[in-house]
């Protein structure tokens, strides 16, 4: 393989690993804006912390929504909860219940959501409210998931497959990118190697929930992806 068509492959790893973790970033921002004002009712509560979504449903499976509870005291805990799940008119619904949970551990609670729980036309969208008692005060969080056709793949194939694609996008067209060629490298290391890490960080911010450090992640992404383009192309 000559250096010209090295260089355009090093180039091609390199953004699609950044084009795949920033679409993949901002399905997760857009999926807890759309969570966040749906169930917005001006009161906020202490955030509970054990509420886990898939990031995208395909329209024909079953999303599995889970919810842990952690109680770190040394007194048992009474969990009271109230889940509400998007719907469209009157098919919106309510799941509540109690765990009790002893001291230093976890349980989890699971249930399932499908394209019967669809509203805002492709979106999936959870509340939990735990109730306060002598151990902990109120709490709540919210999630969404993006119901879409992608390939025929089920939501936890797309999710995966989109995060290995990104980081060995990043990683391996930054690798082969120098390797390609050193002199342009020295020319302009810091933009491209910066917006790779941007993009690593805010996959990790998403994952994490992170939503404050993700979003202006975000912006920096679309800013870097300009400038490092010139380079690429020049």
């Keep these: 393989m000559n ?3 090295f260089l355009i492959l090093s180039r091609a790893f390199f953004f699609m690993g ?21 169930y917005f009712t001006g009161g906020t509560h202490a955030p509970f912390k054990g509420l886990l979504c898939p990031l995208v449903m395909a329209p024909n499976e079953k999303g599995i929504i889970t919810a842990v509870f952690n109680n770190p005291t040394d007194d048992e805990d009474n969990f009271l909860y109230r889940t509400e799940v998007s719907g469209k008119a009157f098919s ?9 949970v002893p001291p230093h551990q976890a349980k989890t609670f699971r249930f399932t ?38 390939l025929g793949l089920t939501g936890s194939q797309v999710s995966l497959t989109t995060l290995i694609l990104s980081i060995l996008g990043v990683v391996i067209g930054l690798l082969l990118w120098e390797r ?6 020295r020319d302009h290391p810091r933009i491209v190697q910066f917006l790779g890490l941007v993009v690593l960080l805010t996959l990790l911010a998403t ?3 992170w939503w404050v450090v993700a979003t202006p992640l975000a912006v920096i ?14």
């Design 3 to 5: 250096r010209r068509s």
């Design 18 to 38: 950044v084009v795949i973790g920033f679409a993949r970033s901002v399905v997760a921002i857009w999926d807890n804006l759309e969570a966040t004002d749906y």
């Design 92 to 100: 919106k619904r309510k799941i509540e219940g109690q765990i009790v």
């Design 113 to 150: 959501v499908d394209a019967n729980d669809v509203d805002l036309m492709f979106f999936i969208l959870v509340k939990i409210t735990i109730l306060p008692n002598s151990i902990h005060p109120s709490q709540e969080a919210t999630c969404g998931m993006l119901v879409a056709n992608i």
């Design 180 to 185: 390609a060629d050193p002199k342009v490298n």
């Design 207 to 209: 994952y994490m929930s």
């Design 221 to 234: 992404i679309i800013l870097l992806m300009i400038i490092s383009l010139r380079f690429a192309f020049a």
